[in-house]
């Protein structure tokens, strides 16, 4: 079946060409020429199954919103949209061979030309992702009769907390954010060399972005230690904005924090200091402090809500980081 306004029609009339296996229409439309056509839908159905996609209920438009967000991995994601992109493609180019030089719709053709559109994508392109490692991915790709490409175990990182030296105190900070932008909370936890807290803190930083919370907090952790005597400091934050600018000593940060963080830099020339970067599973009392539940405040001391990761850190609790290669 061909779909066609009537002014095509009447030129092939002209031509002499019957139009009893023709659709015509007063009007065409993306929506008819791409997805309502009687054949078209069989077309996209089996394309469907091949993807375990089994909703039919969409408009054109609304199938493709729904479809360049489906979550897949990678490998299949990459023929699933060449898939789409080319069945498009194919029922166009067909359309208008049907129309304007007399060719013989062959609904099958269209899947073909997607599988060969599949072959050349395999062929040609090295950076395809690789599947999730389930049944479901293996099947898909089997169906569509590509080489599947597993993905490859993620790497085992094991995170220690250490304590500083001798006459040293070590700081974790870290910041939390509600939303992007959204409410901020700084937060950070001070100890000694053995690993008791000699004081934490919360602080509140009204609206912003998650890096500045993580700004307020190393802010607010030099402060103290200035106010307290302690100038041979160890800062180590899970955030590496922090901890580059520290490195580089930097002034390009945030406007409203501009005033507060000159201070910091000439503050800075008083200390001995020491700067590092900790993956997050390792710097878990940090993250308790800020908690935007908690309450504001500076405490000399160990406050209940981080006894127990404290305690995990001093007896050199080996967290766990799953890196994907």
């Not at 993807?51 to 489906?70: E, G, L, P, Q, T």
């Not at 699933?80 to 013989?104: E, M, P, Q, S």
């Not at 100890?191 to 934490?200: L, Q």
């Not at 800020?290 to 309450?295: F, G, K, L, Q």
Request: aromatic share 14%.
């Amino acid at each position: 079946m061909v779909i066609m306004n009537y002014r095509e029609s009447f030129v092939l009339r002209l031509k002499g060409i019957l139009l009893d296996a023709l659709d015509v229409l007063v009007e065409e439309t993306a929506e008819h020429i791409f997805w309502q056509c009687s054949n078209i839908q069989p077309i996209w159905r089996e394309f469907f199954q091949w993807f375990k996609f089994d909703d039919f209920s969409y408009d054109i438009h609304s199938f493709f919103v729904a479809a360049w967000n489906r979550d897949t991995s990678s490998h299949v994601r990459t023929f699933w949209k060449t898939g789409i992109i080319t069945l498009i493609w194919a029922i166009w180019t067909l359309r208008n061979a049907c129309i304007f030089k007399y060719k013989i719709f062959y609904a099958k053709h269209l899947l073909q030309i997607v599988r060969v559109a599949f072959k050349e994508v395999e062929g040609s392109f090295t950076k395809i992702g690789h599947m999730s490692n389930t049944w479901s991915d293996y099947l898909i790709l089997r169906a569509i009769d590509v080489t599947t490409r597993a993905a490859p175990p993620p790497d085992m990182i094991n995170v220690h907390w250490w304590p500083p030296v001798s006459h040293w105190i070590k700081v974790n900070t870290d910041g939390s954010a509600s939303g992007a932008p959204g409410k901020i909370a700084a937060g950070g936890v001070f100890r000694d060399n053995v690993g008791w807290v000699r004081g934490c803190f919360h602080y509140k930083g009204g609206t912003g972005f998650a890096f500045e919370a993580e700004l307020l907090a190393v802010i607010m952790a030099i402060q103290i230690a200035h106010s307290r005597g302690w100038f041979a400091l160890w800062v180590e934050s899970d955030s590496t904005y922090i901890v580059n600018l520290l490195n580089t000593r930097s002034n390009i940060v945030p406007w409203r924090f501009i005033a507060s963080w000159n201070k910091i830099l000439v503050i800075l020339q008083d200390f001995n200091i020491q700067i590092s970067h900790i993956y997050r599973e390792g710097n878990v009392p940090a993250d308790i402090m800020a908690n935007e539940n908690m309450t504001e405040g500076w405490w000399p001391h160990e406050v209940e809500e981080i006894k127990k990761a404290v305690r995990l850190d001093m007896a050199c609790h080996s967290h766990v980081r799953w890196k994907t290669r």
